[in-house]
Each structure stands twice: as C-alpha cells, then as structure tokens.
C-alpha cells in the first residue's frame, strides 16, 4: 500500500471512529478516469476510450441494526442521515444526493435493504474538474454496499456484483441509472464503465450501441490532465446545441441514404463523405466529427493493441483538431493548453476532453518525462496567457474494489 494512501485509509478510519464510535468493518476504493479517445460519440451510439487513474475515492463503514444510512465525506460538513426504506432526494444540490441515488437504484434492482450502515468518504479526485469523481464515488459506494452485504443481489450475470465483468457492467448500469434518473445528470456510461472496468496500463474500450467492453494494453504511461480553469458553464447550453445539431445530421443522412438508422454511429464515414453538402453546414460538421472520432476509436484500439503508442497518441492530437474544426468545441484556452503541450517534453499526444468550451485536455505522455512535461506546460501556458492552469500527473489504475478490514 503506498505511504500517501495508508495515510489517507487511517485518516478515514480515525474519522469514522470518532463519529460513530466503532471501527469501519469495509474499505472500498474506486479510481476517477479520464477519455482518451471519442468526443461526444457516447450519445451518438459511437465508440469511446477511457482509462481509470490514480485518484481515488475511498470508503470505510460499517454495518448498522437499524435501516438508517449515514455518510459524511472529508469534502463536506455534517452526517447526512436517511432511511432506507423507501428513499428521497434529499435536500437539492447536496452532494450526498449521489449517494441516496446509489441506494435507491440499487434498492429497486437488488432488492431492498438489509439493516443499514454508516460510512465516511475521502479522496484525491478533485471534485467538478471533468476526472469524473461522482462516477468515483458511486463506483466505491457501490462496491462498499455490495461487499459489506446490506445489498444483496440475486445470483445472475444480470445483477450487480465486482467478481464477474458481467457483474461488473450491470453494476455500471445500476450507478448509470441512479445519475440519470434519481441525480438529473443525462450522463452516457462510459464514467462508470471505467471506474469498473479500469485496469493498470490498460485503457477501457466501449462501444455504446452494443456494449461491447474491452480492456487493452496502453503501457507504461502518464496521463497528464490540464485543467484550463475556465468555467464550464458555457458547456451546459452548447452540449444541448450539438446534440440537436448531430440529431439533423442523422436525420439528413436517413434522407439521403433512405436507411432508418436510429443513431448517427450507424453510419460510415465514407457515406457522409458521399454526400458532402456545400458549403458545408453544421450538421453535416459535427456529423463529420462524430464519424471521424469512431474512426480513430477503432484505429487506435488497433494501434494500441499493436503496441504502437506513438500512432495513438497522433490520434488523439487529430481528433482535438477535428473537435477545433468540426465540432467546434474547443476554445483558446483549450488550444493553448494543447500548443504548449505539443512543444513540452515527453508528448505523444493530447486533446480536449469532456464536454469542450472549457475545462480540462488529457496528454499522453512518457512516463519518465511527466513531471518536466508538466512544468513545461505550466510555464508556456502562463508565458502567454498570464494564467495558471492546474495540471494532474496521473497513471492507470485498477477498478474499484473492496476488502474487509
Ligand atoms: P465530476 O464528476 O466531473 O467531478 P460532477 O459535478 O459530475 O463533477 O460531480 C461532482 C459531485 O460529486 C460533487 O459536487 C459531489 O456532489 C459528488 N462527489 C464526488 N466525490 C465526492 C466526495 N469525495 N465526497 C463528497 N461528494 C463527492
Ligand atoms: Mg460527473
């Protein structure tokens, strides 16, 4: 267990003790991921890749008699208390919101709850910085549940459980479920996907129309995610844009091929290339993208599983130029932050990632290079913007796991 993570777990443990008085029987852990590849494909039926990473949400708890859950978090004040019979929302905005979601879907599909439990929450994930730390939380929280056994699910590669992939998907579409329905997120799966699925030098393959999930060998690298520090608000209302836009692009490609695809991912490059509009408008751009990104999905599952890092990397410095040209979701910062990128030490390849217009990229980078990299990045950044970005030096990880204290 390395130094700064048993820190962590005893601080956890010591917190836990002096709240509720006895000490936490289960320790469960989830990474936060970050996209490599395939940029707004998820809602459009298309392929993504993602990797988990070493951050970390950690859980500890324990049981208790009553049907009661209380959670308190080293993010936040206070013990938010609730029954778990029949469960609510909770007070709005509260973060603890994710946590009743997660026992509330898991509720209706496992089967109501045995007894309940108290837990604490602590990590490494910065909190609404695009690595995915509710997706973390409900990954751990999902895990805690399951193996401190107040959720029990029936047996079948259908219900949620940590020791089959199967398990392990129907658990993601469980958390999936919780964020979309009992949150309000309108969030694809992949988040929970590779919080589950993540593996230590292995990126996540997902392909949203089938589901099919793989594994695959991405190698000994560093993953170093730029936070811009712009606000992301933008974001909301030009994510609802561009998924009207890709609408029209499906719906002119049913037009001019007469096929009744549901999902743009259902056609092919070359068949939006057939019929090329001029001048170009903006569905048939963002369908371009769209088309594009599964491409270089599928090329550089290829490429990895080749060994061939290099050509990976040159994939996902394309498909953030598609993102500037075609999807247009990029912004200076973004390009900034990729430029300064491209000229630092150690790059292999690097893009926009989550919803774009703001926030973070992800550089792939030599592993031996990462924290010069970061440094270099950190001063050309500022040099020309006068800015500070916050930059994460990360590795893969495992998925989320459990022990039993
Ligand atoms: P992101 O998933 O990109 O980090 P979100 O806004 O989707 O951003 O999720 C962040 C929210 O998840 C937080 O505001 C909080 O409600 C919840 N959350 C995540 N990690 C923790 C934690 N360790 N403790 C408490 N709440 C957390
Ligand atoms: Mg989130």
């Not at 108290?118 to 910065?126: E, H, Y």
């Not at 199967?166 to 590779?194: P, T, Y």
Request: charged share 25%; with cysteine.
């Amino acid at each position: 267990m390395p130094g700064a993570l048993s820190v962590r777990i005893r601080e956890a443990c010591d917190r836990f003790q002096a709240l509720y008085g006895s000490a936490p029987r289960v320790l469960a852990r989830a990474p936060a991921r970050v996209e490599l590849l395939g940029n707004h494909t998820d809602y459009n039926g298309g392929l993504v890749m993602a990797a988990a990473i070493d951050r970390e949400t950690i859980i500890v708890g324990g049981p208790s008699p009553e049907r009661v859950a209380r959670v308190a978090s080293a993010h936040f004040d206070g013990v938010d208390e609730f029954g778990l019979g029949a469960i609510e929302a909770g007070p709005r905005s509260s973060w603890t919101t994710y946590v009743r979601g997660v026992c509330w879907a898991m509720a209706a599909t496992c089967g109501g709850f045995e007894g309940g439990f108290n837990a604490f929450v602590i990590g490494d994930v910065p909190l609404g910085a695009g690595l995915s730390s509710s997706a973390s939380l409900q990954s751990a929280l999902g895990a805690f549940l399951l193996s401190l056994g107040v959720i029990r699910p029936p047996a079948g590669d259908e219900y949620p459980g940590l020791r089959t992939d199967a398990g392990r998907f129907a658990l993601a579409r469980v958390l999936n479920r919780s964020e979309n329905e009992f949150v309000g997120v309108g969030s694809g799966l992949l988040d929970q996907v590779s919080c589950l699925f993540g593996r230590k030098d292995h990126a996540v393959y997902l392909d949203c129309s089938t589901y099919e999930t793989r594994r695959i060998p991405l190698g000994e690298v560093a993953l170093v995610v730029c936070d811009s520090r712009t606000s992301r608000r933008l974001a909301d209302g030009m994510y609802d844009i561009r998924r009207g836009e890709c609408e029209a692009g499906l719906d002119r490609l049913r037009q001019l091929t007469g096929r009744g695809a549901e999902r743009l991912s259902e056609f092919r490059l070359e068949e939006l290339s057939a019929h090329r509009e001029e001048p170009e408008t903006a569905r048939w751009k963002r369908a371009r993208h769209v088309l594009s990104e599964n491409d270089r999905v599928q090329r550089g599952a290829h490429a990895l599983e080749a060994g061939d890092l290099a050509t990976f990397g040159r994939l996902m410095s394309e498909s953030h130029a598609s993102s500037r040209e075609d999807f247009e979701n990029s912004s200076q910062a973004l390009d900034l932050l990729i430029e300064s990128a491209r000229e630092s030490p150690g790059f292999i390849g690097g893009k926009l990632s989550g919803a774009g217009w703001a926030g973070c990229t992800i550089n792939l980078v030599r592993a031996d290079l990462a924290e010069p990299f970061a440094e270099s990045v950190k001063a050309r950044y500022n040099q020309a913007s006068g800015l500070d970005p916050l930059v994460h030096v990360c590795r893969t990880a495992e998925g989320a796991s459990a022990i039993e204290l």
